[in-house]
């Protein structure tokens, strides 16, 4: 039984294609309908030698220092679906099938890579090669949904950005690819796009496929022909034309409105699977300026707010998006997992659900309510554009409380 991977979408823009010296990165979480994401922050931290990290379903080496990172996660696992650390790193991953089925043994999930390649790498290649060293240590596998009835596989990719380039790697089992992108706009979605522009590859991919008779040598390597299944390696991505119509000036909002577009199929909500939470990062590349993250927080990014995040030092912690923790009782920590499923719901998730309800029973409401809500955005939008604008040095306390006060201040208004 091959279940479709779920249809999430990750673009990135570089200059001439994006404003100002910006790299855009964006993305869309398509999940489980009912899925809760929340958004995490962990702090810059040193370990001691030996000690061990337990990621979702196993326990892998600690390394001695982990950098800053701020995450939006499916909150029943210990990885992210997409995040950034405070070098201006963004990962973000998508599942993907391929010829070879996905692992059901419990190993590393494609979300656990993303985080650990943020808290481990100071640049996208150094995330990349962080990704594909634990891929060939500890191998991916797992259920990637908190489903007790059935196992859900996949195989990863995964769009990892940094202030000067972007990595796109594609991986099957421990084999992966990778291409490196500096320039113009990229997708990616839920199936492999890597062709024949290779620009780093485990050692053995090539022999191994051989071996396996998926390729004899003769014609041009191209790694989504020979690992996708049958004719599934199409163009994917209708998100990309409208941002290169953009022309130059893809911003944080080209993004926003790129990942709100339902038409485009880029905003996921079906019978299955919905947007359960969207990212969008810019990143100067001028490194005296500070990258800037949005996060949603929230289902459905058509009727969510991008509320922004700057890493500082201290900076506060925003309870109201973080879902309660169950410990060492959470049914997703205890073997057989899944066994039940607790109430995962914050409190931003229980406001936005009102809303929902809301919009769809009093349409006028509704209507007043997402205006208010997109004009708070816009400010959010305007005032962090007037930073990446100014001469001098960003003063930290000034964006400290940033994205605490602007999930405060969602909140107030659907009280």
């Known amino acids: 039984r091959m279940a479709a991977a779920p249809p999430s979408y990750c673009f990135v823009a570089f200059p001439p294609c994006s404003k100002d010296g910006l790299v855009v990165f964006g993305k869309n979480s398509a999940r489980p309908r009912d899925e809760v994401q929340e958004v995490v922050y962990f702090a810059a931290a040193e370990h001691d030698p030996g000690s061990k990290v337990e990621c979702t379903y196993i326990e892998i080496e600690q390394v001695p220092k982990t950098h800053a990172v701020v995450l939006s996660r499916p909150s029943w696992l210990w990885g992210a679906e997409m995040g950034a650390n405070e070098h201006g790193v963004c990962v973000a991953n998508e599942a993907v099938l391929t010829r070879e089925p996905a692992s059901e043994s419990e190993a590393l999930l494609g979300m656990d890579l993303v985080r650990l390649g943020l808290e481990r790498g100071a640049t996208a290649k150094e995330a990349l090669d962080v990704i594909v060293a634990l891929l060939e240590e500890h191998g991916q596998g797992g259920n990637y949904y908190e489903d007790g009835s059935s196992c859900h ?161 201290d900076v506060k912690l925003v309870p109201k998006v973080q879902s309660p923790s169950f410990g060492n009782d959470d049914p997703a920590k205890k073997i057989p997992r899944f066994q039940e499923k607790p109430d995962r719901r914050h409190e931003l998730y229980k406001a936005h659900e009102w809303a929902r309800s809301l919009l769809e029973n009093d349409q006028d409401k509704g209507q007043k309510l997402m205006r208010i809500m997109l004009d708070l955005e816009k400010q959010g939008l305007e005032a962090m554009e007037d930073i990446l604008s100014r001469t001098e040095i960003l003063d930290p306390a000034e964006v400290v409380d940033l994205f605490y006060d602007c999930v405060d201040t969602e909140l107030k208004f659907f009280k």
């Open 153 to 313: 596989t996949f195989q990863s990719a995964f769009l990892i950005v940094d202030r000067n380039e972007a990595w796109i790697l594609e991986t099957s089992g421990k084999y992966w690819a990778a291409e490196k992108i500096t320039e113009g706009v990229k997708c990616i979605c839920n199936q492999l796009s890597l062709t024949t522009k290779i620009d780093a590859e485990h050692p053995e991919l090539r022999n191994y496929v051989k071996s396996q008779g998926w390729w004899n040598g003769d014609s041009d390597f191209n790694f989504s022909e020979v690992f996708s299944l049958a004719d599934d390696h199409l163009a994917c991505c209708s998100g990309r034309e409208s941002l290169e119509k953009q022309g130059g000036d893809v911003s944080a909002q080209a993004m926003i409105d790129v990942l709100r577009d339902k038409d485009s199929g880029v905003c996921v909500d079906s019978e299955s699977f919905l947007t359960t939470a969207s990212i969008v990062s810019v990143l100067p590349q001028d490194p005296s300026f500070p990258c800037i993250h949005y996060f949603t927080g929230t289902p459905d990014p058509s009727r969510s707010i991008f509320k922004p995040f700057i890493f500082v030092d």
